[in-house]
């Protein structure tokens, strides 16, 4: 099976930039595709970014032109690069993959990471 670490978050300053982590690990996998979800408290988790193995990406309206997704597939690992963070960020943000395991990877299933907290404040 496959686990995920997340890394990088904080307490930043409005404007200021944060650049997330997610390293998968385990054996036998093969990660089709990843993103990062947020949920603020009291909200709903919503999708920030998500990334293909073939680096296609599709971001949420509010972070568009803002944050950027990318993977480095020979480390199974996916970056969030957070720019002109606003205080709407604030969030715990936490990291999905999608993967293939099995004999002859015939089966798909869904982990997620524990989520890391973002705080931007001033």
């Known amino acids: 099976q496959v686990q995920l670490v997340e890394s990088g978050g904080g307490l930043v300053q409005p404007g200021g930039s944060l650049r997330l982590s997610c390293a998968a690990s385990?054996?036998?996998?093969?990660?089709?595709?990843m993103a990062w979800y947020r949920q603020a408290p009291g909200k709903e988790r919503e999708l920030v970014a998500h990334?293909?193995?073939?680096?296609?990406?599709i971001y949420g309206d509010s972070v568009k032109g803002r944050f950027t997704i990318s993977r480095d597939n020979a480390k199974n690992t996916i970056y969030l690069q957070m720019n002109s963070l606003k205080p709407e960020d604030t969030a715990v943000y936490f990291c999905?993959?999608?993967?293939?395991?099995?004999?002859?990877?015939?089966?798909?299933?869904?982990?997620w990471g524990q989520g890391t907290q973002v705080t931007v404040s001033s």
């Open positions: 999905n993959a999608e993967f293939r395991y099995g004999l002859n990877y015939q089966f798909l299933k869904t982990v």
């Open positions: 385990g054996s036998a996998f093969s990660i089709n595709a």
């Open positions: 990334i293909t193995s073939s680096a296609s990406t």
